[in-house]
């Protein structure tokens, strides 16, 4: 599937950003133009069933992944990819063949989910949101509550299907957790950093480490971004 995007910047290298499960391009709002000021044009899509892209009949990671390829530029200079979109950037990699790969908090291992209060999250109210995401600016709680409103909730299907953790990295690779991270515990950071991946937290930050400390995410990128 052709997904659609949204563009900041126009410099001479590319960095494409893979949003999460139930939002869109627009997540990167307050980072993409960052991101850009490096000397990039940033390319961020809308995943199949999000944002501005069509909803699909089946969602996994590996349809996410063909998405990426079909969509992207081929060899961009910087991939970055939070949650869901994380494991679809991990499949994408060896084909997209991104020079460098950024994983925030991501979405690689299966855990035990409540699927049908997750798919009821479409509903939520501007109040609900900001209770469960007291560290947001109004702006990005405004937002969420727009994207979940084009968000096809057969979606959550894809976390079903997640990869697993993975072996060494295809590309020099950097995994920026929360604190403390859920989705990647102690153990599997550990087993990651001896399998060759740069492994980085941002103090205090939730799951959504670009909403809820943006500039702790962006140092997070220290070093990466040149």
Same mark, same amino acid.
């Given at each position: 599937?052709?997904?659609?995007?949204?563009?900041?910047?126009?410099?001479p290298?590319?960095?494409?950003?893979?949003?999460?499960?139930?939002?869109d391009?627009?997540?990167?709002?307050r980072?993409?133009?960052?991101?850009?000021?490096?000397?990039?044009?940033?390319?961020?899509?809308?995943?199949?069933?999000?944002?501005?892209?069509d909803?699909?009949?089946?969602?996994?990671?590996a349809?996410?992944?063909?998405d990426l390829?079909?969509t992207?530029?081929?060899?961009?200079?910087?991939?970055?990819a939070?949650s869901?979109?994380?494991?679809?950037?991990?499949?994408a990699?060896?084909?997209?063949?991104?020079?460098?790969?950024?994983?925030?908090?991501?979405? %690689?291992?299966r855990?035990?989910?409540? %699927?049908? =209060?997750?798919?009821?999250?479409k509903?939520?109210t501007?109040?609900?949101?900001r209770?469960?995401q007291p560290?947001?600016h109004?702006?990005d709680?405004?937002?969420e509550?727009?994207?979940l409103?084009?968000?096809?909730?057969?979606?959550?299907?894809?976390?079903?299907q $997640? @990869?697993?953790? @993975?072996?060494?990295?295809?590309?020099?690779?950097l995994?920026?957790l929360?604190?403390?991270?859920e989705r990647?515990?102690?153990?599997?950071?550990?087993? $990651?950093r001896?399998s060759?991946?740069?492994?980085r937290t941002?103090?205090?930050?939730?799951?959504?480490?670009?909403?809820?400390?943006? =500039?702790g995410?962006?140092?997070?990128?220290?070093g990466?971004?040149?």
């Open positions: 599937m052709r997904l659609a995007t949204r563009v900041w910047g126009d410099g290298r590319t960095a494409v950003l893979v949003h999460g499960i139930m939002t391009s627009r997540t990167w709002n980072v993409a133009p960052a991101i850009a000021h490096h000397g990039y044009r940033v390319i961020a899509v809308d995943l199949r069933g999000h944002g501005a892209s909803h699909a009949a089946t969602y996994s990671p349809e996410l992944a063909a390829i079909e992207l530029p081929p060899t961009p200079d910087l991939a970055i939070h869901l979109g994380s494991a679809a950037l991990l499949i990699v060896p084909e997209l063949r991104c020079a460098r790969a950024i994983h925030c908090d991501p979405a %690689w291992l855990r035990p989910r409540d %699927w049908d =209060a997750l798919r009821a999250v509903q939520a501007w109040a609900e949101l209770a469960a560290r947001w109004d702006d709680i405004a937002t509550q727009q994207a409103a084009t968000w096809d909730p057969a979606s959550v299907d894809a976390l079903r $997640l @990869p697993g953790l @993975p072996d060494s990295p295809a590309v020099p690779s995994v920026l929360a604190d403390p991270s990647i515990p102690p153990a599997e950071a550990s087993a $990651l001896g060759g991946w740069h492994l941002v103090e205090g930050a939730g799951h959504t480490i670009h909403h809820d400390d943006p =500039a995410f962006l140092h997070g990128l220290r990466w971004l040149q």
